[in-house]
């Protein structure tokens, strides 16, 4: 991620100052979307004072859905795609991927993994990789989580080679009701991150809209620290923003 100042506590915590390569698997559930995190971490990439390029694997919504939330939030995304800052990868568009030679899932999970492979070694350290969402990934690549955890294992791979970033929304609920959630399993113990987006247990309130459970793992390189850093949030939802803030503290 960029070696720009924090702007809130939900950027600190997910970079707990080692910066460089970090998989990020954000969970969300029906009462709570997290999918405002995804936004706000695709405005600050792209920011006039970064360098990042991001590569946006869209399975949820087509291009025009982001352009206009971000527009709202002062990022014009087809200045951004035309400047190259954004390869936008849309599953709904006909010019995106080679879907006329693409039968089966390992073909796009193949085509897609090269589109990001490229990038990555054309722009190193400087790439993010988010996926929205890894629920519809599985989806189109026909019901195969096995495929969609090998390109994640691939994508983990570039960001230990190249210090690149990876940020992948799930909805554990979709997960929570089979017998075996293996892939949800497998994602949570492979990534560096995991945000899990709750409804606030306290109940509503009018000024909290939910609260974050931000896990940061492998952190320290002996056993004098502990292998894992927890952060709680509660953010609060703005027409333009998202305030992020400790417990008790909405300053």
Known sequence: ???????????????????????ILLKDCVE??????????????????????????????????????????????SVQRDKRRLLFIDIFSDDTLDKGNRGTGDD???????????AVEDCGSRVMVIIDDVSLME????????????????????????????????????????DHPSLLLQLEYLVDVVINVEPLASGLAADVHGQL???????GDDFSESRNRVHNLHFRIKDTNIDYFYPGNKN
């Open 108 to 118: 796009m999970i193949i085509e897609l993994y090269g589109k990001v492979h490229r």
């Open 1 to 23: 991620m960029s070696s720009f100042q924090y702007s809130n506590p939900l950027e600190e915590a997910v970079d707990g100052g080692h910066g460089g390569g970090v998989v």
């Open 32 to 77: 709570n979307s997290g999918r405002f995190i995804i936004h706000q971490l695709l405005k600050r990439a792209l920011l006039p004072q970064s360098s990042d390029v991001v590569v946006f694997l869209a399975f949820a919504q087509p291009f025009n859905h982001y352009d206009r939330i971000l527009r709202k939030m002062g990022c014009n995304l």
């Open 213 to 219: 459970t931000v896990t940061r793992k492998r952190v």
């Open 139 to 178: 989806l189109h690549s026909n019901s195969s989580p096995s495929l969609v955890f090998d390109f994640f294992k691939y994508c983990y791979s570039l960001t230990v080679q190249y210090g690149c970033s990876v940020v992948a929304l799930i909805h554990s609920d979709v997960y929570s009701k089979e």
